[in-house]
Nanobody, 113 residues
Framework: QVQLVESGGGLVQAGGSLRLSCAASGFTFSDFAMSWHRQAPGKERELVATITRVLTTYYADSAKGRFTISRDNAENTAYLQMDSLKPEDTAVYYC???????WGQGTQVTVSS
């Protein structure tokens, strides 16, 4: 059974940092691209960053220069390091595994001004 479990969210002041983790199980982690998405209240879910099987990364414009996606295949875990956080980064953050389109349950990130 495929399972993705996010953790690391919380409340942080603007300018602060958080590191999100996505623990995966039930599939061969190294064969999948991993991505982070977020959904703010009243808005559509959007892609934040992706890391492929061969460690190619992609970032949304809003994340470039502030967020870093990484993965540890030995630990079956993907990470999102978020620095210089802004109030507009407030959202529920989800990880996703592709192919298959598997989603985690999300973790709340709240950035206060």
């Amino acid at each position: 059974q495929v399972q993705l479990v996010e953790s690391g969210g919380g409340l942080v002041q603007a300018g602060g940092s958080l590191r999100l983790s996505c623990a995966a199980s039930g599939f061969t982690f190294s064969d999948f691209a991993m991505s982070w998405h977020r959904q703010a209240p009243g808005k559509e879910r959007e892609l934040v960053a992706t890391i492929t099987r061969v460690l190619t990364t992609y970032y949304a414009d809003s994340a470039k220069g502030r967020f870093t996606i990484s993965r540890d295949n030995a630990e079956n875990t993907a990470y999102l390091q978020m620095d210089s956080l802004k109030p507009e980064d407030t959202a529920v953050y989800y990880c996703r595994a592709q192919p298959g389109g598997y989603w985690g349950q999300g973790t709340q990130v709240t950035v206060s001004s």
